[in-house]
Every structure is written in C-alpha cells, then in structure tokens.
C-alpha cells in the first residue's frame, strides 16, 4: 500500500468506521461501480454503502458519473475514487483544526480557571467563579484556583506541529 492508499483508509475510517474501509476497498477493486455492486463486493448495507459515499462525495473525495437505466428508467451513479483529492482534503481539515487550536489556545492565555475538587468535570472562568461567588453550583465547595499551563504547553506544541506539517506540504 503507498502512503496515499493509507491516508484514504484513513479518511474512509473517519467517515465510515470500519464499513468505510470495507466500501472503500471495494470501490479501490472495482475501480468505477454502482452503489449496488459496491454493497456486494463489501458485504456492507447498500443504504450504509449510500450514505458513505455522498459524504465522500461531499467532501471532493469521490465523484460520481450519473447514467440512466436503459430498462427501469432510474438514474444509477457510477463512483469513483478521486485520490488527487485527498491531499487538499487534508491540508483543508489540518487548517481548520490548527484555527480551532489557536482561538483554543488564545482562550486559555487569557482567562483564568477554577475546579471543583469533589466533582472532577468542573472547570469554569474567572468570571463564572466570581458569578457562583467561588462555589461549586453542582455541590456547593469552594473552587480552586487551577493551573492551565499543561493545557498551554499542550495546545502550543500542537499548533507547532501542525503548522510545520502544513509548511512542509
């Protein structure tokens, strides 16, 4: 398998879970095929097969040829695998997680948080503190002051990451 292969198995599992490796196999064997004869050759539910494919078709990342039925007068849709689709399809998803890494990195620079210690779940802002007058409103103890530099140096390292990866590209 090549490094594309992986990384369509791997959109396909995002998608579609296991089934979505199955159909993309299948569709990977038959190069060009039916819905129909892409729920045979991977044994997964042709109503399952369906709904994969228009979210791989939504997403640049399969194309489908329509065609009528010369005896039923149906429309019936060939698909295909756009593999040259696949890198921008990446770079686009990296972009939108390294935006949402940096306004949720921004966030935690500027505020300041509070825990409750009895119920682990409980992190809230400054703000939201001093509105419950630094008490728990799930079980009324007094929050804690919570250090977030982890959460900082975290995040950080993940924008870096991901904006290398994307410079590299």
Not at 13 to 19: P, R
Not at 62 to 77: T, V, Y
Not at 95 to 124: D, P, Q
Request: with cysteine.
């Amino acid at each position: 398998m090549t490094v594309v292969d992986d990384q369509l198995l791997e959109v396909a599992k995002f998608f579609g879970g296991e089934d979505g490796i199955k159909i993309i196999q299948a569709l990977e064997k038959l190069g060009e095929a039916t819905d129909e004869a892409i729920a045979a050759e991977s044994g997964v539910k042709l109503n399952i097969v369906r709904k994969f494919l228009y979210k791989m078709y939504s997403h640049g990342l399969i194309s489908g040829i329509r065609a009528r039925d010369e005896k039923k007068g149906w429309l019936i849709f060939y698909w295909r695998i756009q593999k040259d689709q696949l890198n921008a399809f990446i770079r686009n998803r990296k972009r939108k997680a390294l935006e949402k890494l940096k306004k949720r990195l921004e966030y935690e620079k500027l505020h300041e948080f509070f825990v409750c210690e009895k119920c682990n779940n409980v992190r809230v802002s400054f703000e939201e503190a001093m509105e419950s007058a630094f008490k728990c409103l799930n079980c009324g103890e007094p929050l804690k002051s919570f250090d977030n530099s982890k959460i900082i140096e975290f995040l950080t390292k993940k924008v870096k990451q991901l904006e290398e990866e994307l410079k590299n590209e």
